[in-house]
Nanobody, 129 residues
Framework: QVQLVESGGGSVQSGGSLRLSCAASGYTYSRYCMGWFRQTPGKEREGVATIDHDGTTSYADSVKGRFTISQDNAKNTLYLQMDSLKPEDTAMYYC???????????????????????WGQGTQVTVSS
């Protein structure tokens, strides 16, 4: 049984930092994508960052240069380091796991939520101005 458990959310002022963690268990695929998504009430879930089994990353333009996704395979943990936080980063943040795609000679992950079939319960991030 796959379980993803997020932690590390909280309230910070604009310009501050937070690090989210996602402890994964039961996910045994050798090739995979993991991602961080966020959602605010009334809006669709937005892909923030992804990382694959090789450590290749991708970021939404809105967080590029401020957020860093990483993974510690020994600890089965996914991280999202968030720096220079802005009020518009306020959202519920979710980690997710799922398959990637083959194309263009490589394996790649998408920031669309639909292919991801395992989700954590979410952790709230609130950034005040």
């Amino acid at each position: 049984q796959v379980q993803l458990v997020e932690s590390g959310g909280g309230s910070v002022q604009s310009g501050g930092s937070l690090r989210l963690s996602c402890a994964a268990s039961g996910y045994t695929y050798s090739r995979y994508c993991m991602g961080w998504f966020r959602q605010t009430p009334g809006k669709e879930r937005e892909g923030v960052a992804t990382i694959d089994h090789d450590g290749t990353t991708s970021y939404a333009d809105s967080v590029k240069g401020r957020f860093t996704i990483s993974q510690d395979n020994a600890k089965n943990t996914l991280y999202l380091q968030m720096d220079s936080l802005k009020p518009e980063d306020t959202a519920m943040y979710y980690c997710a796991a799922g398959p990637g795609y083959y194309g263009g000679g490589g394996y790649y992950c998408v920031r669309d939520a639909r292919p991801y079939n395992y989700w954590g319960q979410g952790t709230q991030v609130t950034v005040s101005s």
